[in-house]
C-alpha cells in the first residue's frame, strides 16, 4: 500500500513539475502567438486562455480558479482514502493522480503567473520576476497553452448542407501538459476503471482483486 501511495506522489510531483518547467520555458522564449513549426502536424504555438482545458471559457476568473482549488483538495482527500484499499487497482489511482496533477498545474497558472510575469506587447519576451511587478493580480492569471496538432484538413464537398465549401481542421485546440494528463487519465478511467468511481465506503466493499 505504501509503494501505491508512493507512486501516486511521484506521479503528481512529476506531471507538475515537467508542466510547469514547460510553460515557464515557453513563456520567457516565445512571444505570445508565436508559432514554431516542429513538424507539418506538430507545432508549438504560445497562446495564453482565462478558461480551462483547451481554452474553453466558463464563468467569472475568480471563480474558476476557487473552484479547482476546491476540486484539487477534494481528489487529494479521495485519493489518501482510497489508496489503501486492497479492493481499488492501482491504475485507478494512477488515473487520479493524472487528473488531480493536470488541474494543480493549471493552478499555478492561475494563482501566480499574473504575479511573477510581464505582459510585453509581441515580439517582446515576458520576464519572470519582473522589476515593475506583473500583469495581474493573485488569483487571476492566465494558462498558458503551447502544444498544438493540426493532424489533417480538407474542404468539404460543396453539396453537404451548411458546411459545404468550408475547411475542416483537425485538431484544433491548443493545449499544455497538464491539459493532456487530464485528458488521458479521464479517458483511461472511463474506459477501464469506471466502475471504481464510487465513494471510499462503497469501494471498501467491493471484492479484493487478486
Not at 9 to 15: A, K, S
Not at 48 to 53: P, S, V
Not at 99 to 113: E, L, P, Q
Not at 171 to 180: H, K, M, T, W, Y
Request: glycine share 8%; net charge neutral; aromatic share 18%.
Amino acid at each position: 500500500m505504501r509503494s501505491r501511495a508512493t507512486i501516486v506522489v511521484v506521479i503528481m510531483l512529476l506531471v507538475v513539475i515537467l508542466d510547469q518547467a514547460f510553460k515557464i520555458w515557453i513563456k520567457t522564449h516565445f512571444y505570445l502567438g508565436e508559432d514554431m513549426r516542429i513538424f507539418s502536424w506538430f507545432h508549438l504555438y504560445f497562446i495564453e486562455n482565462n478558461g480551462m482545458a483547451f481554452g474553453m471559457e466558463f464563468g467569472s476568473k475568480l471563480a474558476l480558479t476557487l473552484f479547482r482549488i476546491v476540486a484539487v483538495g477534494a481528489l487529494i482527500c479521495y485519493i489518501a482514502k482510497i489508496s489503501a484499499l486492497r479492493s481499488v487497482p492501482t491504475g485507478y489511482l494512477v488515473c487520479l493522480a493524472f487528473i488531480t496533477a493536470g488541474a494543480a498545474g493549471n493552478i499555478f497558472d492561475c494563482v501566480f503567473y499574473g504575479l511573477i510575469f510581464n505582459n510585453p506587447y509581441p515580439p517582446q519576451l515576458a520576464t519572470l520576476f519582473p522589476p515593475d511587478g506583473g500583469y495581474s493580480a493573485l488569483f487571476h492569471g492566465r494558462v498558458v497553452d503551447m502544444l498544438y496538432f493540426p493532424l489533417f484538413s480538407f474542404v468539404w464537398p460543396s453539396w453537404i448542407p451548411l458546411v459545404g465549401g468550408d475547411q475542416f481542421l483537425f485538431f484544433q485546440p491548443i493545449f499544455n501538459l497538464a491539459d493532456a494528463a487530464i485528458s488521458c487519465g479521464i479517458i483511461v478511467l472511463f474506459i477501464f476503471y469506471h466502475r471504481y468511481v464510487l465513494s471510499p465506503k462503497a469501494l471498501s466493499e467491493l471484492p479484493v482483486r487478486s
